[in-house]
Each structure stands twice: as structure tokens, then as C-alpha cells.
């Protein structure tokens, strides 16, 4: 791979200044987030597939609970309120990929499952939001952001 090739966005969705937020793994970037939280959130729809689910209300408050710490991460990082930490992270993201999971079983046992919906939708849309009103970093706005008029 060159040196000016990134990889594609549907693995890291991070730009390369922004790769400290990945794990390398062969030769391509991927988002350390994803990392945890897929493969555990599978595993989680697994049992509850198999039988081994939560039972409600214990399942809407791992589904509404268990993501809201990785979300108010998110956010805070957005916002820059604090700094990214690969090892919050990583444990934010194994919680995260817990609740998913928890609510990918309740999804497929009932498809039109209000806590599913609700939880899924609304807090994609405060991430949605938090992105794309971040504040643009100093290294991104480079040479094709506007002039800074404090200077």
C-alpha cells in the first residue's frame, strides 16, 4: 500500500489524521471501536437467539443503559470536551457492543420492537448531530478551510 492511500472509509470511517483511532490489522485501518463492539454485540444477539436473553425490563435497560457511556464519549470528543483515549475507547465500545447486541435480539424476536427503534434512532441521531456540528480541527481545516480571522 502507498503512502498516500488511505484505506476506505467503510472500515476506519477516520481520516488518516485521525488513524490513532484504529487498529491495523493486515494492511488497512480499522476503527478500534468497531473492533470491540461487533463482534461482541454478535456474540450478545447470538444467545439471546439462542435462548439466553435478558428478560424485559432487564433487556430495555441493558438496551437504553449499556451504549449511553460510548455515547456521551462520542459526544464529548466531538464537542472536544476531553480527549481521545483509545483504552476508554475500547471499554466503552465492549459495553456499547453488549447493548447492541441485546437489542439486535430483541429486533429480530420482534422487528417492530419500540425499545429497539427508539433507543436505535435516537441515539444515532445525537451521534449524527454531534459530527457534523463538531468544530474543525486545526490540522483539517489546513489549506482548505477558511482563513482564521483572530491572526
Known amino acids: 500500500m502507498s503512502a498516500g492511500r488511505t ?6 470511517h477516520h481520516w488518516p489524521d485521525q488513524y490513532d483511532r484504529c487498529v491495523v490489522i493486515g494492511r488497512r485501518h480499522v476503527c478500534r471501536r468497531c473492533t470491540f463492539m461487533y463482534p461482541i454485540a454478535f456474540v450478545v444477539t447470538g444467545l439471546s437467539l439462542a435462548g439466553l436473553a435478558l428478560p424485559s425490563p432487564w433487556s430495555q435497560i441493558a438496551l437504553a443503559v449499556l451504549p449511553l457511556p ?3 464519549e462520542f459526544v464529548g470528543e466531538h464537542r472536544r470536551w476531553w480527549a481521545y483515549s483509545a483504552p476508554r475507547q475500547a471499554a466503552l465500545g465492549t459495553l456499547q457492543g453488549i447493548g447492541m447486541g441485546v437489542g439486535f435480539g430483541r429486533y429480530l424476536e420482534t422487528p417492530s420492537d ?5 433507543i436505535a434512532v435516537g441515539y ?9 456540528t463538531a468544530p474543525r480541527s486545526v490540522e483539517a481545516a489546513g489549506a482548505s478551510g477558511p482563513p482564521d480571522d483572530a491572526g
Request: proline share 9%; aromatic share 22%; hydrophobic share 85%.
Open 7 to 12: 484505506t476506505p472509509i467503510w472500515l476506519a
Open 70 to 72: 460510548a455515547l456521551v
Open 114 to 118: 419500540p425499545w429497539f427503534w427508539v
Open 124 to 132: 444515532s441521531l445525537i451521534a449524527f448531530v454531534a459530527a457534523i
